[in-house]
């Protein structure tokens, strides 16, 4: 056979084993872990668990180059069986949050991808969808985080998904010279627009592994909640979903965006630091050398005038949001109380003392509104204000707002269960009183057998078969209660019950409503 013939045998033979890949992903569809997407082709995996899970699919171009500091653009389509068994690289980051734990392929400015966990085994069986996007203060995270994996929840008959978007400077940076160069007229928010084009390639591909694109519920947990929230207020988000988790943070109340002007200032300023004057040259910088330039610059979601016409706060108060049931809450302790005492003693004379300092003129109506007369009394007011400061607020403000203009179920839950001691480690140098700021991802999404820093018991196994029952049977029809769980009511304006999760859940009375109301007139 002469060199010519051989190269067209090989070529021939190629082209037979790929048409016959691609039959197969037809013909057995996710009975072998594969199937089609829009894009072509993948092949996942069979867990032991029989869930099939499909790693580092592509839901966008890789923003890279010319792209960098543009909406993502879709992804390209590939020939052959695209191997989907390893997690992409995650979002360009620096080690910030101890906690996080990757299996992502390191970090990249081509982070682009999701993951697709599937109890499906064939590709009509049209189950529920979530869509989890990962917190970090948008500067953090990945969807391949062990918390966050979706196994647990496909054992219960769910199609789970975790998804990448780009971060920091990378994911929302403004500047006046890309708001002239877009079409849409905008800059920034990058980030939002990638969780934006995750939902789009939800909507035509999850039918492919057995999912229901009529039925998607999406989720998030700190920046992930602020970024569900935002998605929930966005007009360009509209008929992407049908129900709304959020755990802890909201883009409303003391965590509103930016207006466009003032976020074009900051970048405006930034690039003259790094000695720029063009987006050419930042575009040209390589990725590392820019992360490593501004790890202190913070980089705020602007309301843009595109993915954000408003401010969340507008949209909602005027009921322009999406209209989908919501279950929505926070943790007991999202911060501890050397939030408000710092190193000092939690004596009442210190606790007085430290909010004088910090409210002035208005520090009676604090003393008022979190009292305390006794050293355990500061600790918890302490908490609660440092608590309601941080995060809890403006989830308060979103879940009310909802209520008040959404005309859909919202459901409000207190997570109250601490993690156990770890399993070797330091106490605290200060007590928690409670359960801390994400606590509660683990139990949500049953994955607590993945973290092994602490010493799991039966009673955090109890406390996450609770949450996670009350997850999925929300993300299942749009109401939280079912079989084994005590019956949870929705939100009403007035006088409202809200969830206690914890060893002994329960349902009480809402007792703090004067408390936010209060800082609603700040």
Not at 240 to 245: A, D
Not at 363 to 370: H, R, S, T
Request: glycine fraction near 10%.
């Amino acid at each position: 056979m002469n060199t010519c013939n051989m190269k067209n045998h090989f070529y021939l033979l190629a082209l037979t084993i790929v048409l016959n890949g691609e039959a197969h992903a037809q013909e057995g569809g996710l009975k072998a872990a594969m199937t089609t997407t829009t894009n072509g082709a993948v092949q996942g995996t069979v867990e032991v668990s029989g869930i099939r899970s499909f790693k580092g699919i592509p839901y966008a171009t890789p923003p890279v180059g010319p792209l960098r500091f543009k909406a993502p653009q879709p992804a390209l389509d590939w020939t052959g069986v695209r191997q989907t068994k390893a997690f992409g690289p995650r979002a360009m980051q620096l080690p910030i949050y101890s906690d996080m734990k990757f299996r992502s392929d390191g970090v990249s400015e081509d982070c682009l991808y999701l993951n697709v966990w599937t109890p499906a085994t064939t590709m009509g069986a049209k189950l529920p969808v979530l869509v989890y996007f990962y917190g970090g203060g948008f500067v953090s995270g990945d969807g391949s985080e062990y918390r966050y994996d979706g196994e647990s929840m496909a054992k219960r008959g769910i199609v789970a998904v975790t998804v990448n978007y780009r971060l920091g400077i990378f994911g929302f940076m403004a500047h006046p010279e890309l708001t002239k160069e877009s079409e849409h007229h905008f800059s920034g928010n990058y980030g939002l627009l990638d969780q934006h084009m995750a939902l789009e390639w939800v909507q035509q591909n999850i039918a492919a592994f057995g999912g229901d694109p009529g039925k998607v519920t999406i989720a998030g947990e700190s920046a992930g909640s602020i970024s569900v929230s935002a998605q929930m207020a966005s007009p360009l988000s509209k008929g992407l979903f049908t129900g709304v988790i959020g755990e802890s943070g909201a883009l409303v109340g003391n965590h509103q965006p930016v207006a466009l002007a003032t976020a074009e200032q900051t970048g405006t300023a930034i690039a003259a630091d790094l000695g720029y004057k063009s987006i050419a040259d930042l575009r040209a910088m390589p990725a590392a050398d820019l992360m490593e330039a501004v790890k202190r610059a913070h980089f705020p979601i602007v309301i843009d005038g595109y993915f954000l016409p408003e401010s969340p706060e507008d949209i909602f108060s005027k009921g322009e949001q999406m209209k989908v049931p919501l279950l929505a809450g926070w943790n007991s302790a999202e911060s501890n109380y050397g939030a408000i005492l710092g190193h000092d003693a939690p004596t009442v004379d210190n606790y007085e003392a430290s909010v004088r300092k910090m409210y002035g003129d208005k520090a009676d109506d604090v003393l008022l509104q979190y009292k305390a007369t006794t050293t355990a009394e500061v600790q918890q007011a302490a908490t609660d204000l440092a608590t309601d400061r941080f995060i809890a607020f403006c989830t308060w403000k979103w879940i009310d707002m909802a209520t008040a203009t959404g005309g859909m179920p919202v459901f409000r839950y207190l997570y109250g269960h601490p993690r156990p001691p770890a399993v070797d480690g330091p106490a605290p140098v200060q007590p928690v009183i409670g359960a801390a700021h994400s606590w509660e991802i683990e139990y949500a999404l049953g994955n607590l057998h993945t973290n092994t820093v602490y010493a799991w018991t039966a009673d955090d196994d109890k406390v996450s078969a609770t949450m996670q029952s009350y997850f999925s049977n929300f993300i299942k029809t749009g109401n939280p209660n079912g079989k084994g769980v005590p019956e949870w009511s929705p939100m009403k304006q007035g006088i409202s019950e809200i969830m206690v999760i914890d060893v002994h859940t329960h349902a009480e009375a809402e007792k703090h409503q004067q408390r936010y109301r209060w800082m609603e007139e700040e």
